[in-house]
């Protein structure tokens, strides 16, 4: 008997009818198969924050926060005072912030991963984001970052990310993945209003014509060096890495998202047959309007609906427990047969 039939019997002779547990089922089946046992475990759950600033939010065109609140966010990740901190605590997951690009020199000793490719990238409404050489740089960073992690002991981890102006950068990528319109994928971001919503729109539709983003064949390396940040193409390095590792992936939010699919493409160059979403667990379905279609495009199924849209890896904190509920019915709920319960005809 395969291992995919090994572990559906497991669960189906649980003390519960078939499927009573929902989506937790599905998750106990992909953990089994990623970790190839019938016992899976969810071992020091670990999220890291990307940080990173954009050439195009300098001026605010496409953002109504200013630029400054990128590093800002980061010393208070260090504080401990933003949701993604309360979160990890609350559900006792390791938290790393990893300064990808931000416009500041933070000291030496601020105890963030210092992994800085660039004081931000430049503005993409007008020229590439980034060179070919810093986005390879980036992704590498991305993979030895998750490596140390896995080496550590973690064998699941979630990715957030904090930027601003990086829901920009996430919808260019949607469109040039999904092809679909670009009014279908550009969102409020952190809280546009009508106006900033169409100026971003049209801001980003130059950007998308400047780069010839509709029918042409670019390597993964090639969209994120014209319209990519930083925390985008390290993530998307940090995605491969993990997946070659065979850790878990839980993906969060609308940006996180973007980077998987730039992940996706780097991995079937590398690897034609590989892929990546066999190790995805899709944390929630956020309120950006983009993110549902992009989930469709990836034919991914969310565990939560919560309507957020705050970005860090919010989302993956909050489905982390999920992911040890289903391990745990898995390994500790009684059988018809243990439990001396009987099963229907």
Not at 119 to 135: F, H, N, V
Not at 185 to 206: F, H, I, M, P, S
Not at 262 to 280: E, F, G, R, S, V
Request: with cysteine; charged share 10%; proline share 3%.
């Amino acid at each position: 008997m395969h291992l995919q039939q090994q572990l559906q019997q497991k669960i189906n002779n649980k003390t519960k009818p078939p499927g009573a547990l929902g989506l937790l089922e599905t998750i106990a089946l992909q953990t089994g198969l990623i970790q190839q046992t019938l016992t899976p475990q969810i071992k020091k759950p670990t999220i890291v924050v990307f940080a990173a600033d954009h050439g195009i939010a300098a001026d605010g065109k496409v953002n109504p926060y200013p630029q400054a609140v990128t590093a800002q966010m980061v010393l208070n990740f260090v504080q401990g005072g933003a949701a993604i901190n309360v979160f990890c605590k609350q559900n006792n997951i390791e938290l790393l912030v990893a300064d990808a690009g931000v416009n500041i020199v933070f000291n030496s000793g601020t105890p963030i991963t210092h992994a800085k490719v660039a004081m931000g990238t430049a503005d993409y409404s007008k020229q590439p984001a980034m060179t070919l050489e810093q986005t390879a740089q980036a992704i590498e960073k991305g993979a030895a970052i998750v490596e140390a992690i896995f080496n550590s002991g973690c064998n699941c981890i979630g990715f957030g990310e904090m930027g601003i102006g990086n829901t920009s950068s996430a919808a260019l990528i949607m469109h040039y993945y999904t092809q679909l319109p670009l009014a279908q994928c550009v969102g409020r971001g952190t809280g546009a209003n009508d106006a900033q919503l169409a100026n971003k729109l049209q801001v980003l539709e130059q950007a998308a014509t400047l780069h010839q983003l509709i029918n042409n064949n670019y390597s993964a390396e090639t969209v994120l060096s014209k319209i990519g940040g930083f925390e985008i193409a390290m993530m998307a390095g940090a995605f491969v890495k993990a997946w070659q590792l065979n850790m878990i992936l839980v993906v969060d939010g609308f940006i996180t998202t973007a980077a998987l699919l730039n992940a996706k493409q780097l991995l079937q160059q590398q690897q034609a047959d590989a892929n990546i979403l066999t190790h995805c667990i899709f944390a929630h379905c956020s309120g950006e309007q983009g993110h549902e279609k992009m989930l469709q495009h990836l034919q991914a199924t969310p565990l939560l609906q919560l309507g957020l849209r705050l970005g860090e890896g919010t989302g993956a904190a909050l489905a982390m427990p999920l992911l040890q509920a289903a391990t745990a019915f898995l390994n500790e709920m009684a059988s018809f047969e243990s439990a001396g319960i009987s099963n229907k005809e």
